[in-house]
């Protein structure tokens, strides 16, 4: 019977053969990825320790990861996780809120449940005002342009209105802002399920699977996911929502600490 250790090693490699060809298909080879990785490992063992109530020293992290004291002082002292650190409002993050709000509020929606075009500023539901309701420390025009250039959205030069192209925050441009998505999704579907894993948790975390099929049937199986997921995102998007503007209201500021994430994917190969 194989240890946990060769079944966690075995598993992640296999989770990381996708990550080993984008890595490569982008110029960064196995040299360059060994050097990055003893800083996530420093940032594991430096988290782990304090989970456990132990003190972090070097000496604790060196042994803890395999990664030499040497490199250990010289990677930073053991500053946090980045993944820990606060990120401010940035048209990228207030672009993407932006959209699930114009996707999940009732009056920016048709009888369809399509998203609407949008006048900058006007009487009624607009776009200047869908970005003040979230954050009042990015400018509009700011977040529009970078819904632009994303190929998100377009607007239209004779009646000034903006009009949402995707049904979801899926940057149709910008190489950086799709590897960021990458990051932020896989790392949460990845920590759901590791957690999971440990017994500790119990994360929604689950697929279907089917084999034996022709291309069509994945073709069609793969139109009938996006239904679904559209459908998902609405139910989960418009309860998001409301939780956010609730807590804003009644939760004190400390107590408003925590995130969350729901997603949904799709893989067909031969």
């Not at 803890?64 to 990120?87: F, K, Y």
């Given at each position: 019977?194989?240890?946990r250790s060769?079944i966690?090693?075995?598993?992640?490699?296999?989770?990381?053969?996708?990550?080993?060809r984008l890595?490569?298909?982008?110029?960064?080879?196995?040299?360059?990825?060994?050097a990055?990785m003893?800083k996530?490992?420093l940032d594991a063992?430096?988290a782990e320790?304090?989970?456990?109530?132990?003190?972090p020293t070097?000496s604790?992290?060196?042994?803890m990861?395999?990664?030499?004291?040497r490199?250990?002082?010289?990677l930073?002292?053991?500053?946090?996780?980045?993944d820990?650190?606060?990120?401010?409002?940035t048209p990228?993050?207030?672009a993407s809120?932006?959209?699930?709000?114009?996707?999940?509020?009732t009056d920016c929606?048709?009888?369809?449940g399509?998203?609407?075009?949008?006048p900058?500023?006007?009487?009624?539901?607009?776009?200047?005002?869908?970005?003040a309701?979230i954050s009042?420390d990015v400018r509009p025009?700011?977040?529009?342009?970078?819904l632009?250039?994303?190929g998100?959205?377009?607007?239209?030069?004779d009646?000034?209105q903006?009009?949402?192209?995707?049904t979801?925050?899926?940057?149709?441009?910008?190489f950086?802002?799709m590897?960021?998505?990458?990051?932020?999704?896989?790392?949460?579907?990845?920590?759901?399920?590791?957690?999971?894993l440990e017994?500790?948790?119990?994360?929604?975390?689950?697929s279907?699977?089917?084999?034996?099929l022709s291309?069509?049937?994945?073709?069609?199986?793969?139109?009938?996911?996006?239904?679904?997921?559209r459908?998902a995102f609405?139910?989960v998007?418009?309860?998001?929502?409301a939780?956010?503007?609730?807590?804003?209201?009644?939760?004190?500021?400390?107590?408003r600490i925590h995130?969350?994430?729901?997603?949904?994917?799709?893989?067909a190969?031969?």
């Amino acid at each position: 019977m194989p240890s946990r250790s060769a079944i966690v090693l075995a598993c992640a490699l296999h989770v990381l053969r996708p990550l080993a060809r984008l890595l490569l298909r982008n110029g960064v080879a196995y040299p360059a990825f060994a050097a990055a990785m003893k800083k996530v490992f420093l940032d594991a063992a430096h988290a782990e320790l304090q989970d456990s109530g132990k003190k972090p020293t070097d000496s604790a992290v060196s042994l803890m990861s395999g990664v030499h004291r040497r490199d250990v002082r010289n990677l930073g002292r053991l500053a946090e996780p980045a993944d820990t650190q606060a990120e401010g409002e940035t048209p990228l993050n207030m672009a993407s809120q932006v959209v699930a709000r114009w996707l999940s509020q009732t009056d920016c929606l048709d009888d369809e449940g399509q998203p609407r075009p949008l006048p900058r500023t006007g009487d009624g539901p607009h776009f200047d005002a869908l970005v003040a309701s979230i954050s009042s420390d990015v400018r509009p025009r700011a977040v529009l342009d970078e819904l632009l250039r994303l190929g998100m959205a377009e607007e239209d030069p004779d009646s000034g209105q903006v009009r949402l192209l995707a049904t979801g925050f899926v940057p149709r441009q910008g190489f950086a802002e799709m590897a960021q998505l990458l990051q932020d999704n896989v790392h949460d579907h990845l920590a759901a399920a590791a957690l999971n894993l440990e017994g500790g948790h119990n994360y929604l975390e689950q697929s279907v699977f089917v084999d034996q099929l022709s291309d069509e049937s994945t073709r069609r199986l793969h139109v009938v996911a996006a239904r679904a997921w559209r459908q998902a995102f609405k139910t989960v998007m418009t309860e998001a929502q409301a939780r956010y503007d609730h807590d804003q209201q009644h939760t004190a500021p400390e107590d408003r600490i925590h995130r969350a994430r729901f997603g949904s994917y799709f893989y067909a190969a031969d």
